[in-house]
């Protein structure tokens, strides 16, 4: 894996003078970023010898706590593991009030051990690696949704929608309308400069379904260094906000009567030479791309925990919702899972539309390649594309709760060898435990539902 050379970071710091902070982080397995704040001489010592980071670093649950059965605790000592910049992560956060700039970094692959197989970056690159052995490279983009919220809750301790420009608080919302964006415009244009500073392509802004929700698309490109913009983004999105009293929210379902929020990833292969593979006049593509769909689809249910990790994933499955509910595929269609996009033939390609917007970026765009290389591989039929209602047509209905999911990823035969057995390790016991650490805490739903009646 090429990591950034020194000369990146000497020339940073002769452009950028005024940088006192440099902050360090690291995506673990649940997509938080985490690490260190580190003061401006201590920066080319990264990028020279690399930076040691715990081992317990990538086997936290979401909360931050020590998950033991990782194996990334007790046995191996907590031991430093050491990571390195990686390139084209070195910019600016212009939203910080001290001059900071922020860098990514990646374990190493001999030198970041025992905490390299946890790395997800790591997971994705190896799936990347094996399609492009055998002529496939692929091309992605993810389009995220968010809602912004007041940095203040409501009187009964609630998040509530943000204020909007005039000083009042949406309480309903027009899907596409452009009011909504202009009542945002001093967040979106803050959002959209530090993009740029941050060489992240955002580009279309979109007001959802629901008051204070959003989308904003990124453009396509090479599927790592897209994934790696994603995640940046979505640090970038929840600095911007708090900068303006607002939290940008990416849980999946944070509201039970409003739209949920989604992480719909756009695929296609090249070749060497960089044209569409999936690229036809006809509207289902190639039959490489029916091959790819077919993959995905055999590989959903054992990868749903990866596209949906948290409890809170499953409360946004719901019919006429826009969000699948089934292994269907169609073309143009977005009342099904895997969706073939209309448009000009060097355009085609597949919406990927089960993600959360909760998921980690580099997992989900792993699982679903891998998916996309079983498929090309066993040349497997998706069937006829579904036409109409494909919420009315469905057959076979996706797992609806964290625990079906879970087990569906630990009882695969085929998930290992596509993510990786030392990961997958990993991934299940963090899941296994904030699975039993959610189950056992009693809050308001309980009360409300049992406390008078049991």
């Known amino acids: 894996m090429p990591f950034a050379p020194v000369q990146d970071a000497e020339n940073f710091l002769a452009q950028n003078p005024d940088i006192e ?17 580190l003061h401006r001489d201590e920066l080319l010592a990264v990028y020279r010898s690399g930076r040691p980071l ?23 000592g907590d031991i430093d593991c050491r990571a390195y910049p990686l390139a084209g992560s070195l910019a600016r956060l212009p939203w910080r009030l001290i001059p900071t700039a922020a860098v990514q970094v990646s374990m190493h692959p001999q030198e970041g051990l025992p905490a390299t197989v946890a790395d997800p970056r790591h997971v994705l690159v190896q799936v990347i690696e094996r399609l492009q052995a055998e002529g496939y490279h692929p091309v992605m983009a993810c389009e995220l949704e968010f809602y912004l919220l007041d940095a203040k809750r409501d009187s009964r301790g609630n998040p509530q929608p943000a204020l909007d420009a005039d000083g009042g608080r949406p309480r309903s919302t027009q899907v596409y309308g452009l009011r909504e964006l202009e009542q945002i415009e001093p967040f979106l244009a803050d959002l959209y400069a530090a993009c740029k500073a941050q060489g992240i392509p955002a580009r279309t802004a979109i007001s959802e379904y629901a008051p204070g929700q959003v989308e904003i ?35 999946a379902k ?13 695929v296609s292969l090249t070749d ?24 995905m689809l055999a590989s959903l249910l054992d990868s749903l ?47 990927h539309r089960i993600c959360g917007a909760d998921a980690n970026p580099y997992l989900a765009a792993a699982a679903i390649l891998a998916g996309i290389h079983r498929g090309i591989r066993e040349e497997l039929d998706p069937g006829e594309p579904i036409e109409g209602n494909g919420y009315a047509q469905a057959t076979t209905l996706l797992p609806t709760d964290w625990l079906t999911s879970l087990c569906a990823l630990q009882e695969s035969t085929w998930a290992p060898e596509a993510l990786g ?10 899941k296994r435990e904030e699975h039993r650490r959610f189950m056992g805490e009693v809050g308001e739903q309980d009360w409300r539902w049992y406390l008078n009646q049991a």
Not at 54 to 76: A, F, H, K, Q, R
Not at 222 to 243: E, F, I, S, T
Not at 306 to 334: E, H, K, M
Not at 342 to 349: D, I, L, T
């Open 54 to 76: 715990p081992s317990t670093i990538l086997g936290l649950s979401i909360n931050g706590d020590d998950v033991e059965d990782t194996g990334l605790v007790w046995e191996v």
């Open 254 to 266: 944070p509201f039970d009567h409003l739209a949920g929020t989604g992480m719909h990833m756009h």
């Open 421 to 430: 057995t030392e990961f997958l390790h990993v991934y299940l016991a963090i």
């Open 305 to 351: 925990l990866i596209f949906c990790p948290n409890a809170n994933s499953y409360r946004r499955f719901q019919a006429n919702s826009y969000a699948p509910l089934a292994p269907t595929w169609g073309v143009d269609n977005r009342t099904v899972s895997l969706r073939v996009p209309g448009g000009p033939a060097e355009s085609r390609h597949i919406e």
């Open 272 to 295: 060497a030479a960089g044209r569409n593979l999936f690229a036809s006049e006809a509207p289902a593509g190639t039959p490489l791309l029916r091959h790819a769909v077919g993959g």
């Open 21 to 37: 902070l440099f902050e360090l982080f690291i995506i673990d397995a649940n997509g938080v970023p985490r690490g260190k704040l």
């Open 217 to 251: 698309t990124l453009e396509h490109g090479d599927a790592l260094q897209a994934m790696d913009q994603a995640v940046r983004y979505k640090r970038l999105v929840k600095g911007v906000a708090h900068r303006h009293g607002m939290q940008a929210c990416f849980m």
